[in-house]
């Protein structure tokens, strides 16, 4: 049988017992998905024994890249003690510990499953603290699965409304219109129209959720300014900011709150600080995070999770941001930067209409001739994701993967020759995008 037989053969079975073939949409390509074989450092080989570097790194969860041996022998020695228990263990103190002294706005921490869990318990919190039902996001922000943080991270021309006031647009079928009723939507780095927005509810506001470098929104970083106008308006009316740091946690060494100079009132946090294991935690004011204290009567807010806190998702994740050190965060940061400038470099050079955003080590392609600061402006029209597609093809034919965005997520075992060897073969594929997509060229 050959090799792409097995892929089709799995792919078959795999369509009989899960929905679609897959247990998340990330992984579904046609004709089947890729499957893997196994992965060591910045490579992944696939079950065709193809390698591949590793850009996307399981959705920028994977810091270390794969199989990092201090986090595996750290993870095989827990393991031999026990995975789960029904107590409590020092690795979840040592782990929170840790995190607490990296960052000033985390006070106390608690630690959950997922960065979806992280950014529900966060909400959940806020709403227990300030008394208040409602929350607004950015439009376009991916903050997980929850029905209150995903609202409007799909809208489109037909339904996001006027750009004035944003509509609360559902994301898939049967959300509850209260949900929607319930969270508020305002335009990314535009302070006026945020503020008269955020006005129209004050009353109502926990808070206000934002990710500082929304991936979905376009990877372009919130303007200094922005993110303190919301912070002052939460100060003077009551409300709490919440940070969605789950990926953007990797772009400084406390976070990319760090480059803001101010503290949030909660953070969530999630990924890369599992060391490769389902992980979430949120974190912030001692104030706010007592309202999940079981010893108080009656409890505020119950909180609970089977596998929250277990020992090896601890000890992995302990061991994964030791090894991710100041000296770490730089230089992947600069390796970072060092692709987004050659990349620009490259495009320039074709003459193609297409940009780079990012930040630490982020990028992200855009067919676009400038870079888009909001959501509305990274929206892709149809010849823009179908050049998306076709280079995302292009670069996993010719051993690169990348998010399904055109976005690149590095991890520390990369070299300057992994990050050549991406320019190289991005400036290649855009050339074929050119003769492919000829209203592309300027």
């Known amino acids: ?33 890729t499957y893997v074989s196994h992965g060591e450092g910045c490579y992944v080989t696939d079950i065709n024994g193809v390698k591949r570097i590793d850009f996307a790194n399981n959705m920028a969860s994977l810091i270390h ?11 095989i020695k827990q393991v031999e003690k026990g995975t789960a228990f029904t107590l409590a263990t020092e690795l979840e103190i040592k782990f929170a510990e840790l995190l607490c ?11 959950v499953n997922s960065g979806t869990e992280a950014v529900m318990a966060m909400i959940k919190t806020a709403r227990a603290f300030t008394q208040k039902t409602k929350i607004a996001k950015v439009e376009g922000a991916y903050h997980g699965n929850y029905d209150y943080a995903e609202v409007s991270q799909t809208a489109s021309p037909a ?58 929104v376009g990877l372009t970083p919130a303007s200094p300014e922005f993110i303190h106008a919301l912070y002052q308006w939460s100060r003077d009316n009551h409300s709490l900011l919440l940070f969605d740091e789950v990926i953007t946690f990797r772009t400084r060494f406390s976070g990319a709150q760090a480059y803001y100079q101010i503290k949030p009132d909660l953070t969530a ?10 992980v979430g935690a949120f974190a912030g004011r001692r104030d706010i995070m007592q309202v999940l204290n079981p010893s108080q009567s009656p409890i505020i807010l119950p909180h609970s999770g089977t596998f929250s806190a277990n020992p090896v998702t601890m000890v992995a994740g302990f061991t994964a ?6 000296a770490a965060v730089d230089r992947l940061n600069q390796l970072g930067l060092l692709a987004r400038e050659r990349l620009t470099q490259a495009i ?21 001739a400038q870079a888009p600061s909001d959501y509305r402006q ?36 990369m070299t300057e020759k992994d990050i050549h060897y991406l320019v190289e073969t991005i400036t290649s594929g855009l050339a074929q995008i050119q003769h492919q997509y000829p209203e592309l060229n300027h």
């Open 1 to 33: 049988m050959s090799s792409i037989d097995q892929s089709a053969q799995l792919f078959k079975r795999a369509q009989n017992v899960l929905p679609g073939g897959v247990s998340r949409n990330t992984i579904f390509n046609l004709p089947h998905p």
């Open 65 to 75: 890249g794969h199989a990092e041996p201090n986090i595996t022998q750290a993870i």
């Open 101 to 111: 002294n990296r960052v000033p706005s985390f006070e106390q921490i608690r630690f």
């Open 159 to 216: 339904s996001w409304g006027n750009a004035q006031q944003p509509n609360s647009v559902a994301v898939g079928r049967g959300t509850p219109q209260s949900a929607l009723d319930d969270v508020i939507v305002i335009p990314y780095n535009d302070i006026d129209r945020a503020l008269s927005i955020l006005e129209q509810h004050k009353t109502a506001l926990a808070g206000i959720l934002i990710d500082p470098i929304s991936h979905r």
């Open 269 to 278: 946090i999630g990924k890369m600080i599992g060391g490769g294991f389902p």
């Open 321 to 326: 941001m030791q090894l991710f050190d100041n």
């Open 348 to 368: 320039e050079n074709l003459g193609i209409k297409a940009c780079v955003t990012g930040a630490g080590s982020m990028l992200r392609l855009h067919f676009k």
């Open 378 to 413: 990274s929206y892709n029209d149809a010849i823009q994701n179908q050049a998306t597609k076709s280079l995302l093809n292009y670069l996993f034919n010719n051993g690169i993967m990348m998010i399904n965005t055109c976005t690149a997520m590095l991890s520390t075992p």
